[in-house]
């Protein structure tokens, strides 16, 4: 046992460390709380990568009575879980910028290149050696040249993938990023440059604890979703502040209006009193906030989105169910779910009469919002569409700024299944839609 301490200290307190930072991360969990399953794979790969690393550690150095077969027994999982944990690693990155693969042909491609790199590090196990240093024993062979040459390909495609990102990312996901990067590069050049410098273990530690700690804590989780919801409240009241300063004009204007009937009336003008009438009517029905659903921030987003649509000469069709139940789902990811549907419909509207010269005469967005007999809320938006591109199976985007478009998607259907329901989009026609169904009452 002091054998096994001795040489494995590093990896006992690395590993010490994680069931820390894990114990703090599942504490700060709640129901509503979901992190991404990568890097939830990242962390429980990672424990298990330093629990070899420190097996490995102990049997190279104790090589008179561990055998050479146990060594590379232990060795083979060792290398298995590192280039596992790599994978998870790449796929965390790729889920972040919304950039997983979807077609059938990129996941099989991804599985074979991951299966023959296992092979290969399988079948060259028996080429490893033990090489005596000064300070401690290590291993060196072929298996460990597949792993460390894994390092810089992954760091590319990583690079490839995310140098956009970083640069449009919120603070928090950039620190992970180049922290992340920064720490495999230079602990992987270090150890290659000093190969008995075993410090595996901190390179993974480093990476598991840099992603818990930022991006997937779920103390920035909670925060972002109070700051998104006070956002929206404020946003709620500064609009019936809006209004009611603009009913007051018009209730003090009343008088004018009033008088200028009045006079109307004398002459027989009975047009010019339908038209003032009618004008009226329009700022009362702009100045006063609808009332479509139960749910008050649910209520205050559809009448936002109305007003931004208006301002860009779209109309909506509201067909809402006033009583459809919404207080079952967190407010923070209504507003996600359906704004950026809302949203992507009045962007797809523009650009279609936008490229009919605005001759379109029917120009509006269709939203319905509605339960059905088998306790499922179903929210649909319809709308026209200039152009829609695919690629690998998905929904590409067309705005000026690659990516933004398919992350708003790619958040939808997050936060679906976090509720087990079903996000779909097709075509019918000269009509794009898309369509959300969530059991009701479900997290």
């Known amino acids: 046992m002091p054998d096994i301490l001795f040489y494995t200290r590093l990896q006992t307190g690395c590993l010490v460390f994680l069931l820390y930072i894990g114990f703090l991360v599942i504490k700060g969990k709640d129901e509503n709380t979901k992190c991404n399953v990568f890097s939830d794979c990242l962390y429980y790969f990672g424990i298990l990568c330093v629990i070899f690393d420190g097996l490995t550690a102990w049997s190279v150095n104790m090589i008179d009575s561990v055998s050479m077969a146990t060594n590379i027994v232990l060795h083979g999982i060792f290398y298995l879980l590192l280039e596992t944990e790599l994978w998870f690693m790449y796929f965390y990155f790729r889920s972040i910028v919304g950039r997983l693969p979807k077609a059938i042909w990129e996941k099989i491609l991804f599985a074979c290149i991951a299966g023959s790199v296992a092979a290969v590090t399988l ?7 033990i090489i005596q240093g000064k300070t401690t024993n290590y291993s060196y062979g072929t298996p460990v040249y597949i792993v460390f040459s894994l390092v810089p390909l992954f760091l590319g495609f990583i690079f490839i993938f995310g140098r956009k990102f970083v640069r449009r990312a919120d603070p928090v996901k950039r620190l992970t990023f180049v922290s992340c990067f920064a720490t495999v590069a230079s602990f992987t050049l270090l150890q290659l440059i000093f190969p008995e410098f075993l410090v595996t273990s901190l390179n993974v530690s480093l990476i598991v604890i840099s992603v818990a700690l930022n991006s997937e804590n ?24 809006e209004i009611e300063q603009r009913q007051a004009i018009i209730r003090h204007d009343e008088k004018h209006y009033l008088a200028a009937i009045g006079g109307l ?7 010019e009193i339908e038209k003032l009438l009618k004008v009226m009517n329009i700022e009362l029905q702009k100045n006063t906030p609808k009332k479509y659903v139960r749910n008050r921030i649910a209520n205050a987003l559809l009448n936002e989105k109305e007003n931004l649509a208006l301002k860009e000469n779209i109309h909506i069709d509201f067909q809402i169910e ?3 139940e919404l207080d079952c789902f967190e407010e923070i990811d209504i507003i996600a779910m359906f704004g950026n549907l809302i949203d992507n419909a009045v962007r797809a509207e523009k650009e279609w009469k936008e490229s009919l010269s605005g001759s379109a005469e029917k120009s509006a967005v269709s939203i319905k919002l509605f339960e059905t ?3 499922f809320i179903m929210f649909v938006v319809e709308n026209h569409f200039f152009r829609i591109d695919v690629k690998n199976g998905r929904l590409a985007s067309t705005k000026e700024v690659p990516g933004e478009h398919g992350l708003g998607l790619f958040n939808v259907r997050q936060l679906c299944e976090k509720y087990r329901g079903i996000f779909d989009m ?3 026609g000269e009509i794009f839609v898309s369509s959300i169904c969530l059991p009701k009452g479900r997290k």
């Open 218 to 241: 779920p103390i920035f989780h909670k925060l972002e979703r109070l700051l998104k919801k006070y956002e929206m409240e404020k946003n709620y009241y500064d609009r019936l502040d």
């Open 265 to 271: 009336c004398a002459e027989g003008k009975t047009e």
């Open 123 to 129: 079948i060259t196990l028996p080429d490893i050696k």
């Open 322 to 324: 006033p009583e459809v």
């Open 426 to 428: 097709e075509i019918d």
């Open 373 to 375: 007999e088998g306790n």
